[in-house]
């Protein structure tokens, strides 16, 4: 069974620094792309970045961009967010989620979602 | 405001078909496609439909997705009270540098 489950949010106050997690299994983790996906309270969907399989390629919201870092480790089947200089506009409830074959916007599974709250 | 343009509100009563559009533009819906995802409120979002028409194991055939330049759609039949949900549409977008972009969503309040 396909389980993507994500850890590391929280409190965090504006300008300071968070790193989201999210551990994968029930799948071959190194032969997907995945995503981060974030939900602002009472809000819609809003995709926040993109990395293939292998790290090769790597695409940002204009709205994260040059303050979030996307990364992965396939020896530890696991996906990381990390985000600085946070604003009030980042709270969010943040998701990992896979796409398989490189098919941009399709997100097969999801996990749950970790909240990340900025505020002072 | 979103990239992709839905209704935010949608309603029909059990047995029967409702639709929910998705407009967008020439660099997303118009050269890419379009997936959808059912959100019930409190939960993580669902894979419902991929690549403008196909849908995933386990989804029922009373959904189904279509595509017309750029435009796309939802069409739900059989109306149950478990479809009430928030339904979203997405796609990539060319004209940005690697963007996806979704819908405002959809409510679906089944009467």
């Known amino acids: 069974e396909v389980q993507l489950v994500e850890s590391g949010g929280g409190l965090v106050k504006p300008g300071g620094s968070l790193r989201l997690s999210c551990a994968a299994s029930g799948f071959t983790f190194s032969s997907y792309s995945m995503n981060w996906v974030r939900q602002a309270p009472g809000k819609g969907l809003e995709w926040v970045s993109f990395?293939?399989?292998?790290?090769?390629?790597?695409y940002y919201a204009d709205s994260v961009k040059g303050r979030f870092t996307i990364s992965r480790d396939n020896a530890k089947n696991s996906l990381f967010l990390q985000m600085h200089s946070l604003r009030a506009e980042d709270t969010a409830v943040y998701y990992c989620?896979?796409?398989?074959?490189?098919?941009?916007?399709?997100?097969?599974?999801w996990g749950q979602g970790t909240l990340v709250t900025v505020s002072s | 405001q979103s990239v992709l343009t839905q209704p935010p509100s949608a309603s029909g009563t059990p047995g029967q078909r409702v639709t929910i559009s998705c407009s967008g533009s020439?660099?997303?819906?118009?050269?890419?496609?379009v997936h959808w995802y059912q959100q019930v409120p409190g939960t993580a979002p669902k894979f419902l439909i991929y690549?403008?028409?196909l849908r995933p194991s386990g989804v029922p055939d009373r959904f189904s997705g279509s595509k017309s330049g750029t435009s796309a759609s939802l069409a739900i039949s059989g109306l149950r009270s478990e479809d009430e949900a928030v339904y979203y549409c997405?796609?990539?977008?060319?004209?940005?540098?690697?963007?996806?972009?979704f819908g405002g969503g959809t409510k679906l309040t089944v009467l």
């Open positions: 020439n660099s997303n819906i118009g050269s890419n496609y």
């Open positions: 990395i293939s399989s292998s790290s090769s390629y790597i």
């Open positions: 690549r403008n028409y």
């Open positions: 989620a896979r796409t398989p074959a490189g098919n941009f916007g399709e997100f097969d599974y």
């Open positions: 997405a796609a990539w977008d060319d004209s940005l540098s690697g963007h996806v972009v």
